[in-house]
């Protein structure tokens, strides 16, 4: 939304037999009131005004509107009393952070110390429209230009899942793709290597996130070194030189540094209470539990502590629990080589089922698949309930069809309600 620019000029006293518009001020002092966060260094600089200047009415009018067209001020007001150039600011109290979503510069207080000195007025927020997110973005595309890249970048609204409302704005990369590009391994045991390797091939091509992609790769092989008996290892994941724009994609190689540390072998995980999980309790709760396959995959393979969290955590995701995290918190006994676990659970908030949405189907089926769900709104909310409720028709025109389709959901999670709305899909199989 364009916001009105508000001068004004006022209490012009210095006697001239010139026209007014013709008439030249020089002001003793430029003073900027009520933007205190601020200095008058950055507000002269984004203005481009400069101390002893000589000036018209029709200048002051528009070094004031270049502070108005950027965004970060809702009214501005100015007087020039025959002495002092006065600015009265106010401004904008709807400025949101910066969300880069894929695009491969390093975030953080380098990056908005380079964009704060291009763009004074920049304190690492944006309005939602206006010359500083504008200029923002501009500066981003200088900084892929200055790496080889040239790209597009769009900037949205970001709505965090957990809150319908906007807490970021959003900036991306529109032109091409931008996934994960080359991985190098520095640290590796010979033993492993072409496991961890794996682990790697399977990253390279997926969809590059500025947030994520470190962290990912950082969790992936972390798991993997966990259940290996690495339970100290230390994974360092970095963006490895600068990105290469290909055809079809952009991509962003990575370095990953691999400190493995010593062999341990599993002995106790606790659960917070102190009392150890096993896998004959995990074989005695199945009948209650509702995340099968991690069940079957304890059974089968033994208890680990992937199978120790994927268990713990799907026990209380059954019970409404959505945003629970379960942090294992190794003790290491040295000489025995033994490593335990007791387990952190943050449960968060318990959720409800909210709506139903069931996409891209007739209406006889939309119909018949209503008819078949059963976790009413207002119930506490198990996702396991989906895939039940997709395997779970039989021999019925319903299963039939499940049978042929590749059928899919979607969560929104809303923590302000405590609901969750699920979306149903059937995409046919190819």
Known sequence: MKRTTFLCLAALLIATALPAAAQKFKPKTIQFKGATAYSDQELMAAADLKPGVVLSSAEMNDHAKRLMDSGVFDNITFKFDGLDLIFSLIPNATLFPLRLENIPLATGPELDAKLHDRLPLYHGKVPSDGGLLDDVKAALTDMLAAQGIKATIAATPYIDSARPAVTAINLAITDLPVRVGKIQLDGISPAIRSKVEDIARHAVSTAYSTENSAGNLERALAVFYGDEGYAAVRIHATQAGNPEAGEEAITVPFRVAIEEGKHYTLGAIRLPSGEQLNLAEINKAAGTATNKVEVAMSIKGGLTLRTALLYVNGQYKSKGYM???????????????????????????????????????????????????????????????????????????????????????????????????????????E
């Open 323 to 429: 945003d629970c995290v379960v942090t294992p918190h190794p003790e290491f006994d040295d000489a025995a080589g033994i490593v335990n676990y007791t387990l952190e659970v943050k449960p968060g908030q318990v959720y409800v089922m909210g709506k139903l949405k069931i996409m891209n189907t007739a209406d006889d089926l939309r119909d018949a698949m209503i008819a078949a769900w059963k976790l009413p709104a207002g119930a506490v909310f198990d996702e396991s309930a989906i895939q039940t409720y997709y395997h779970s028709q039989g021999n019925t025109p319903l299963g039939r069809t499940f049978a042929t389709a590749n059928c899919r959901y979607k969560l929104t999670r809303y923590g302000d309600t405590g609901t969750v709305d699920v979306e149903l899909r059937l995409e046919r199989k």
